[in-house]
């Protein structure tokens, strides 16, 4: 699997998560799984499931279909509470 193909795929849905305050990342591959990274309003929101699941992971599967799962960076999931 190749991050740049990826990142190219994750590049026709950034426009509607951004428009949000949002965005998403690949954080990384490991083998052909990719692990994404949410950020700004992303980030701790009631959403981030159905952007996920209904949107992102979606996307990624059926774009590539040689990856085998697609997962969120478990750090990104939640806002750091100070």
């Known amino acids: 699997m190749n991050e740049k193909k990826v990142e190219k795929v994750l590049d026709k849905i950034r426009?509607?998560?951004q428009r949000d305050g949002g965005?998403?990342?690949l954080d990384h591959l490991d083998g052909n799984i990719a692990y994404v990274?949410?950020?700004g309003a992303c980030v701790g929101c009631m959403a981030i499931d159905d952007?996920?699941?209904g949107g992102i992971r979606d996307l990624l599967l059926e774009e590539l279909p040689e990856l085998e799962d697609v997962r969120i960076e478990e750090s990104s999931y939640m806002r750091t509470q100070y």
Do not use: K, L, N
């Open 51 to 53: 952007t996920f699941y």
């Open 15 to 17: 426009p509607y998560i």
């Open 23 to 25: 965005d998403v990342s």
């Open 37 to 39: 990274r949410f950020h």
